[in-house]
């Protein structure tokens, strides 16, 4: 069964109807490619206005899911999103495995046990997880934190996953001249301005492993 199916041309991607599995570890395997092939921004990023980890711990959390998935992974997305989300909690340090950790476990247990999702039922479950690490973090859009990549792709998803990887690039570019008000970045104050957010752009790369998922439907899992 071809895991992307009902397609239609989205700005050089293809907007899935129907995701199955398949298409959830490909997520996933993405993401953990991205986040190995990042880690030295992410650290660099970090290393101006946090505790110069985010790269690594990123790198050693999505590896930890791929680990996992590789040896059992779940038969249903829903599934398949708590285990990556109880990965990270486990093995990721300081505040990111815990908000990313919420985010997937909270998309993961909105989209039930179906066996497919659509991409309207992804968006709604991810949207779950958004507002679930907003709680979480006390944090906003605006205060230089992930949610100023997570909350504009998320609402662009409804648009096409092309929409949302590219929201989520302008919002983590947009952290930029933004003064940081939560996290270890706000206690630098106006010294955390000029420089862009870690979080942000990890999460930045988590939307766009989700569009190299859909891209990738009809060409087998990715590696």
């Known amino acids: 069964?071809?895991?992307?199916?009902?397609?239609?041309?989205?700005?050089?991607?293809h907007v899935s109807e129907t995701l199955d599995t398949g298409f959830f570890r490909r997520w996933m395997y993405a993401t953990a490619d991205a986040m190995a092939r990042e880690a030295a921004l992410l650290t660099e990023l970090d290393s101006a206005i946090g505790d110069a980890d985010h790269g690594i711990n990123m790198q050693r959390g999505f590896a930890a899911v791929r680990a996992a998935l590789e040896s059992d992974a779940p038969d249903t997305p829903g599934a398949?999103?708590?285990?990556?989300?109880?990965?990270?909690i486990s093995t990721v340090g300081g505040a990111s495995g815990p908000l990313y950790g919420t985010l997937l476990r909270r998309a993961g247990k909105m989209l039930g046990d179906g066996t497919e999702v659509s991409r309207e039922r992804l968006t709604e479950a991810l949207r779950a997880g958004v507002a679930a690490v907003a709680q979480l973090g006390g944090a906003k859009a605006g205060d230089k934190t992930m949610l100023d990549a997570l909350e504009p792709a998320v609402e662009a998803l409804d648009e096409s996953f092309a929409a949302a990887r590219e929201a989520a690039e302008q919002g983590a570019a947009a952290t930029v001249p933004m003064l940081a008000r939560k996290g270890r970045a706000s206690y630098l104050g106006e010294r955390s301005v000029g420089h862009q957010?870690?979080?942000?752009?990890?999460?930045?790369?988590l939307v766009a492993a989700l569009v190299q998922a859909a891209a990738d439907g009809g060409s087998g899992e990715a590696s």
């Open 80 to 88: 398949m999103l708590v285990l990556a989300g109880r990965q990270l």
């Open 1 to 13: 069964m071809d895991p992307v199916r009902a397609t239609e041309p989205a700005g050089g991607v």
């Open 197 to 205: 957010d870690p979080g942000a752009t990890s999460s930045a790369l």
